[in-house]
T-cell receptor, first 115, second 110 residues
Framework: GAGVSQSPSNKVTEKGKDVELRCDPISGHTALYWYRQSLGQGLEFLIYFQGNSAPDKSGLPSDRFSAERTGGSVSTLTIQRTQQEDSAVYLC?????????????FGSGTQLSVL | GENVEQHPSTLSVQEGDSAVIKCTYSDSASNYFPWYKQELGKRPQLIIDIRSNVGEKKDQRIAVTLNKTAKHFSLHITETQPEDSAVYFCAASEIGPERFGAGTRLTVKP
């Protein structure tokens, strides 16, 4: 595709439900990142995938959050037993990172609202 | 891990004036310093980046300076225009996830 694609663009759920957010990175990009942006706030790192290496999960805020990346391409971020404080925009990004970091290309995000 | 601090949190300038945003980082191993612009309701987009082997980089009205000794870098926007109004984020990294500053909301008044 032409850019990073995220779905759904908006998700409204009830407290306690599980949600899955999807990210389709730019073809050929080996690195994939998930960030969270609360209203009017900065970009909080969640998790990072690079090639076949073990993911860097150091940013996940609790064990209710998990992510996987299948076949080195599409990634799914899962939030179990959602809480109201999980409400935010979840941004996915990809890059062609090799031996050095490269610019991130962001998706348009998933706006998650937990009622 | 890397910790990036960004100042100011808000900045208001008159059209045509210059704007400067400053960031400091904690990890001396960091060697990549990008700046992203996020317009209201849109995704962040890279506007300029610098690597640790240079001290300054310029692209038209935008420039970034890096002081590795002091571990700080700055974004300079000259001749500001209303369309420069946005939130600007700095970031620092070596290899792996970029850690972002908290952002600066720039308002350019016509």
């Amino acid at each position: 595709g032409a850019g990073v694609s995220q779905s759904p663009s908006n998700k409204v759920t009830e407290k306690g439900k599980d949600v899955e957010l999807r990210c389709d990175p730019i073809s050929g990009h080996t690195a994939l990142y998930w960030y969270r942006q609360s209203l009017g706030q900065g970009l909080e790192f969640l998790i990072y995938f690079q090639g076949n290496s073990a993911p860097d999960k150091s940013g996940l805020p609790s064990d209710r959050f998990s992510a996987e990346r299948t076949g080195g391409s599409v990634s799914t971020l899962t939030i179990q037993r959602t809480q109201q404080e999980d409400s935010a925009v979840y941004l996915c990004a990809s890059s062609s990172q090799g031996a050095t970091n490269e610019k991130l290309f962001f998706g348009s995000g998933t706006q998650l609202s937990v009622l | 891990g890397e910790n990036v601090e960004q100042h100011p949190s808000t900045l208001s300038v008159q059209e045509g004036d210059s704007a400067v945003i400053k960031c400091t980082y904690s990890d001396s191993a960091s060697n990549y310093f990008p700046w992203y612009k996020q317009e209201l309701g849109k995704r962040p987009q890279l506007i300029i980046d610098i690597r640790s082997n240079v001290g300054e980089k310029k692209d038209q009205r935008i420039a970034v300076t890096l002081n590795k000794t002091a571990k700080h870098f700055s974004l300079h926007i000259t001749e500001t225009q209303p369309e420069d109004s946005a939130v600007y984020f700095c970031a620092a990294s070596e290899i792996g996830p970029e850690r972002f500053g908290a952002g600066t909301r720039l308002t350019v008044k016509p």
